[in-house]
């Protein structure tokens, strides 16, 4: 298995423009979630999923959106993107929502935005 | 007031010394509770998964959940330079969206 993967895995974008941070499981997971992790803020919640079609907010929702088509992938996607946004995006998955199993995260996407 | 608070550090051992990393948290519901090692530059990797109270023991690792108190701790023995990442407390309750700490830095030096 590969586990949860990320493409890609730096990006530097300019203010304004917009794009798609991949991820994908083959754990055949149902809850996937996306965090992002900034200094001495810790790991914060984007947006999750408890299965394909189904998508939620988490605490910091401002500027993405997300879908969720398959089990396999959860693709997060930067609308507009701003300075804010510069950040350690983490994409991760369970079988279930909550902590009733693990939880399992990806090797993350770097991304500067200028 | 934060769901979960962890103290950031660094914090800084010789080889061998036992470490001891904590986090305290407010909501009583928190069942699960988890410990990740981060190394620099990667993702979270998940080191001990415990349930509600008690002890759970994995090598040199030892995690405790004391719910009287909303306290967990991470025991690390005979510390390794190997060791030195950060490592993240997070926690949970069942159905619902998982609370991690900020992490604390951990260097543990030859």
């Known amino acids: 298995n590969a586990g949860v993967t990320q493409t890609p895995k730096f990006q530097v974008l300019k203010t304004g423009q917009s794009m798609t941070l991949q991820c994908a499981q083959d754990m055949n997971h149902e809850y996937m979630s996306w965090y992002r992790q900034d200094p001495g803020m810790g790991l914060r919640l984007i947006h999750y999923?408890?299965?394909?079609?189904?998508?939620d907010q988490g605490e910091v929702p401002n500027g993405y959106n997300v879908s969720r088509s398959t089990t396999e992938d959860f693709p997060l996607r930067l609308l507009s993107a701003a300075p804010s946004q510069t950040s350690v995006y983490f994409c991760?998955?369970?079988?279930?929502?909550?902590?009733?199993?693990?939880?399992?995260f990806g090797p993350g996407t770097r991304l500067t935005v200028t | 007031q934060k769901e979960v608070e962890q103290d950031p550090g660094p914090l800084s051992v010789p080889e061998g010394a036992i470490v001891s990393l904590n986090c305290t948290y407010s909501?009583?519901?928190?069942?699960?509770f988890m410990w990740y090692r981060q190394y620099s530059r990667k993702g979270p990797e998940l080191l001990m998964y415990t349930y509600s109270s008690g002890n759970k023991e994995d090598g040199r690792f030892t995690a405790q959940v004391d719910k009287s108190s909303k306290y967990i701790s991470l025991f690390i023995r005979d510390s390794q330079p190997s060791d030195s990442a950060t490592y993240l407390c997070?926690?949970?309750?069942?159905?619902?969206?998982?609370?991690f700490g900020t992490g604390t830095s951990l260097t543990v030096i030859p």
């Open positions: 999923s408890v299965g394909a079609g189904i998508t």
């Open positions: 997070a926690m949970a309750r069942a159905g619902n969206q998982f609370y």
């Open positions: 991760a998955s369970s079988y279930v929502p909550g902590g009733r199993t693990e939880q399992y």
């Open positions: 909501n009583s519901a928190f069942q699960y």
